[in-house]
């Protein structure tokens, strides 16, 4: 079906133009995957490009959805997509999208006379995210996503017309220049391919014509990997032209290169990320530092990890740090490595602090960590389970509203291959309980039985601070109240955080219980557990407590008992 067109950049055209790039990113994605050889050939470029993507609809919907009456300012939807992406932003590629995507949103949400939301706006945006997104790399390299990126802008500079026609400019204009990218990069042409990020952008340029025009560009449109003079593989080959692809490649991807990509989100000022460049520059390689205002996204290839990490403490508050061994996959590698045999059964699981992390890891995990306010999007939960590295794997979302999030995610990896059972945990503390009674040597089935009994059988509740004037199940709470909430609903309003938790716990067990298990986080008031503890012991004989640390989990204390 073709799509609406639309006639100029508003925040409508922004919504559109994010959905359809994370579409046309998903067709493309394993193709890209195959072609990844630049800067390593870890074989994850599309689907680093989707996550971040990915991340910036999720932004985009979350602005249209606050509005009730109306709908969100062009300024309002670009800097959301800017922002989604740089907190989501994935490896090189991803990184340096971010980048762009900021670039265009600092043209497109520019305070002033003129209105950038017409062909000549579209044009100066384009060139914009290339020169930002040059910047953002420590040392460019042609023959890359940001040649690609570069020649886009320059077809969109010499174009006239509406947005429809400077967008279809620079498509062209970027397809042009990923087919030449083999003649500029040796590593492309050695292994027949063209540049995968580059491929991506075309992507991502190619869903901006269809949002302007309402007419898709033919898949691919003749920007196909090239392998030795052979038939081009697409997607539509199948597994085998991919794998194809990929044993080609790994056979012309030189040894050396540092071992570990660092990623990590930074809160600090723009004289300390100065002196970091300096610092991660002469540490590693494939430097990428992207943002503003206070918050970056910073990415490199290193042999010291930790000291990647620490020049990030010194700058300012390095967060949701990713450190990927490169060994672990096909990076730096000539194939040599025997692919890495599954495991039978694993358990993947979404945790809302740092605390927790090591406990669930400690229990045999592969986590995914959602920090307040950023839920992870599918394909995250999809990248955990493919890291998992199992034949069965069981999912537990531990939140009510990632259920369809994680449902989603179920069904790509089962498209995979990979048999997948899904937990409905609505909170931490249930899937504690489940991941207590798991045990891998048990038949799957028995196992995920055993696992959601245990789960069900967990009542949940959370201590927080209401934001703001709300109706509730308990009646009407005011920003700054304490609430009380069991099973997902408000119980209890009050204004001291422990009397309001013992009011909690004292509902709870009052219809019995054997374990209580508190979850405390960073803010929760120190001497909280102990009281809570003594409480117990007091009033309710035979029932055992533990306390864990959850870290900043966005809940000031979170509350099983089973």
Same mark, same amino acid.
């Not at 670039?103 to 209105?115: C, H, I, K, S, Y």
């Not at 998992?388 to 990896?413: F, S, Y």
């Not at 009050?494 to 004292?506: C, I, K, P, Q, S």
């Not at 219980?513 to 012991?537: F, K, S, Y």
């Given at each position: 079906m073709a799509q609406v067109p639309q006639t100029f950049f508003d925040a409508l055209a922004v919504r559109t133009w994010c959905g359809l790039a994370l579409e046309s990113l998903g067709r493309a994605r394993e193709e890209i995957d195959a072609i990844n050889v630049y800067p390593v050939a870890d074989g994850d470029t599309g689907t680093n490009l989707y996550l971040t993507v990915e991340s910036a609809v999720a932004a985009v919907e979350a602005v249209f959805t606050a509005y009730d009456v109306g709908r969100p300012t062009l300024a309002d939807a670009a800097r959301a997509m800017a922002h989604g992406a740089l907190i989501g932003a994935r490896g090189n590629s991803g990184t340096i999208?971010?980048?762009?995507?900021?670039?265009?949103?600092?043209?497109? /949400?520019?305070?002033?006379?003129?209105?950038?939301?017409d062909g000549s706006g579209l044009s100066v945006a384009l060139r914009r995210a290339a020169d930002s997104a040059r910047q953002a790399v420590a040392h460019p390299v042609e023959g890359t996503v940001l040649t690609v990126a570069s020649a886009a802008a320059d077809a969109a500079d010499g174009a006239e017309g509406d947005c429809g026609a400077v967008a279809r400019a620079a498509y062209e204009g970027a397809r042009a220049a990923l087919a030449a990218t083999p003649g500029q990069l040796a590593v492309l042409e050695r292994a027949g391919?063209?540049? /995968?990020?580059?491929?991506?952008?075309?992507?991502? @340029?190619?869903?901006?014509?269809?949002?302007?025009?309402?007419?898709?560009?033919?898949?691919?449109?003749?920007?196909?990997?090239?392998?030795?003079?052979?038939?081009?593989?697409?997607? %539509?080959?199948?597994?085998?032209?991919?794998?194809?692809?990929?044993?080609?490649?790994?056979?012309?991807?030189?040894?050396?290169?540092?071992?570990?990509?660092?990623?990590? &989100?930074?809160?600090?000022?723009?004289?300390?990320?100065a002196r970091l460049r300096e610092r991660l520059d002469g540490l590693g390689d494939s430097l990428v530092i992207v943002g503003g205002d206070g918050l970056w996204n910073v990415h490199v290839h290193v042999d010291d990890a930790g000291a990647a990490v620490?020049?990030?403490?010194?700058? #300012?508050?390095?967060?949701?740090?990713?450190?990927?061994?490169?060994?672990?996959?096909?990076?730096?590698?000539?194939?040599?490595?025997?692919?890495?045999?599954?495991?039978?059964?694993?358990?993947?699981?979404?945790?809302?602090?740092e605390g927790l992390v090591g406990l669930y890891g400690e229990a045999g995990a592969t986590t995914v960590l959602a920090r307040p306010g950023e839920p992870p999007a599918s394909g995250e939960l999809v990248?955990?389970?493919?890291?998992?590295?199992?034949?069965?794997?069981? &999912?537990?979302?531990?939140?009510?509203?990632?259920?369809?999030?994680?449902?989603?995610? %179920?069904?790509?990896?089962?498209?995979?291959?990979?048999?997948? /059972? &899904?937990?409905?945990?609505?909170?931490?503390?249930?899937?504690?309980? %489940? @991941?207590a009674v798991h045990e891998p040597e048990?038949?799957?089935?028995?196992?995920?039985?055993?696992?959601?009994?245990?789960?069900?059988?967990?009542?949940?509740?959370?201590?927080?601070?209401?934001?703001?004037?709300?109706?509730?199940?308990?009646?009407?709470?005011?920003?700054?109240?304490?609430?009380?909430?069991?099973?997902?609903?408000?119980?209890?309003?009050?204004?001291?955080?422990?009397?309001?938790?013992?009011?909690?716990?004292?509902?709870?067990?009052?219809?019995?219980?054997?374990?209580?298990?508190?979850?405390? #986080?960073?803010?929760?008031?120190?001497?909280?557990?102990?009281?809570?503890?003594?409480?117990?012991?007091?009033?309710?004989?035979?029932?055992?407590?533990?306390?864990?640390?959850?870290?900043?989990?966005?809940?000031?204390? &979170?509350?099983?008992?089973?």
């Open positions: 999208l971010a980048q762009l995507l900021r670039g265009m949103a600092q043209v497109l /949400a520019a305070d002033g006379e003129t209105a950038h939301t391919v063209v540049d /995968a990020g580059g491929r991506g952008l075309v992507a991502v @340029l190619g869903a901006l014509v269809e949002t302007f025009t309402g007419e898709a560009v033919p898949a691919a449109s003749g920007v196909h990997t090239r392998v030795r003079g052979a038939s081009a593989a697409t997607p %539509a080959a199948g597994d085998g032209a991919l794998l194809a692809v990929v044993e080609e490649c790994a056979d012309v991807v030189e040894t050396g290169g540092p071992a570990f990509e660092v990623i990590y &989100l930074l809160e600090a000022e723009d004289a300390a990320v620490e020049a990030g403490v010194e700058a #300012g508050r390095p967060y949701r740090i990713r450190i990927t061994h490169f060994a672990d996959g096909d990076a730096h590698t000539t194939g040599e490595r025997s692919p890495r045999e599954r495991i039978q059964r694993a358990v993947v699981a979404v945790v809302p602090g990248e955990a389970v493919r890291r998992a590295h199992a034949r069965e794997v069981v &999912l537990l979302p531990n939140d009510a509203d990632l259920r369809h999030t994680a449902a989603a995610a %179920a069904e790509q990896a089962r498209v995979e291959g990979i048999r997948v /059972a &899904l937990i409905p945990t609505r909170s931490a503390v249930q899937g504690i309980a %489940a @991941l048990r038949r799957f089935d028995e196992d995920v039985v055993s696992m959601t009994s245990a789960a069900g059988a967990t009542r949940y509740a959370e201590v927080a601070v209401a934001e703001r004037q709300s109706w509730t199940m308990a009646g009407i709470c005011q920003a700054g109240d304490v609430l009380g909430l069991i099973d997902g609903d408000v119980a209890v309003i009050g204004t001291d955080v422990t009397a309001t938790a013992e009011t909690v716990l004292d509902r709870m067990l009052s219809a019995g219980g054997e374990l209580v298990t508190l979850v405390l #986080g960073d803010e929760a008031p120190e001497t909280i557990a102990e009281h809570l503890e003594a409480r117990v012991r007091e009033s309710y004989l035979a029932v055992d407590t533990v306390v864990y640390r959850g870290g900043r989990q966005g809940a000031l204390l &979170l509350i099983g008992v089973e």
